[in-house]
């Protein structure tokens, strides 16, 4: 069975200070991996995924994450965090072997201060 | 192109009433899936459905029910609402299956945000 596990519920940085946010994975065969961002009362926004190849993919404003195949992992990361990056993050895998099933963390609420 | 329309936004419906959501999803999308969004329990899965059938399906009881049809677009219903099931109902579109293609992300709607009173 194929799951998700964002380990901390919240992070908190300061503007300007690299953004990490934690997620682990486990899926049957290779894995197909995604981040979205949600904002208050919207849908989730696709950020990037990891498919194949460079195991450090950059997506959509300013946002990379670092896949690491031996630690199941596929860490979100910003060099230089932004106020306006304060909304919720969940990571998802996408399973080919149960009929593409998409599973999506808990989510991780990100606060960043001024 | 348009993306993920979800109707209405918003909704409020009264105890044992029920409810119809829908859901349009991107020209081409074959793959339509529903997930429920709390405060407490965060992102459920309800069920996801594909070319008019139902390809999976997440441990909700049966007063939760959907279908889609043949251009895609997809209800879903709820049956004797109870105030637990005041959430924000998400859809979601891909590619996920099209000729095999596990690769694509899905895209959502803005949600539908029920309240049961």
């Known amino acids: 069975a194929q799951s998700v596990a964002q380990p901390e519920d919240q992070v908190n940085v300061a503007e300007g200070n690299p953004l990490t946010v934690k997620c682990t994975y486990s899926?049957?065969?290779?894995?197909?991996l995604f981040w979205y961002v949600q904002y208050p009362n919207r849908g989730l926004q696709f950020l990037l995924k990891y498919i194949t190849g460079d195991n450090l993919v950059k997506g959509s404003y300013g946002f990379e994450a670092e896949f690491n195949k031996s630690q199941t992992s596929f860490h979100l990361k910003k060099p230089s965090a932004l106020v306006s990056d304060s909304a919720l993050y969940f990571c998802a895998v996408r399973d080919l072997f149960n009929d593409y099933k998409l599973s999506f963390g808990a989510g991780t609420t990100v606060t960043v201060r001024a | 192109k348009a993306g993920v329309t979800q109707t209405p936004r918003y909704l409020i419906k009264t105890r044992g009433q029920q409810v119809t959501l829908s859901c349009s999803p991107i020209s081409g999308h074959r793959s339509v899936s529903w997930y429920q969004q709390t405060p407490g329990q965060g992102l459920q899965f309800l069920f996801e459905?594909?070319?008019?059938?139902?390809?999976n399906k997440g441990n909700f009881p049966g007063r939760f029910s959907g279908r889609q049809f043949s251009n895609s677009r997809s209800e879903m219903n709820v049956s004797t609402l109870e105030l637990g099931d005041s959430a924000l109902y998400l859809c979601?579109?891909?590619?996920?299956?099209?000729?095999?293609?596990?690769?694509?992300?899905?895209?959502f709607g803005q949600g539908t945000r029920l309240t049961v009173v």
């Open positions: 899926v049957s065969g290779n894995p197909y």
């Open positions: 979601a579109s891909s590619l996920a299956g099209t000729g095999g293609r596990g690769n694509t992300e899905a895209f």
């Open positions: 459905y594909f070319s008019e059938t139902q390809r």
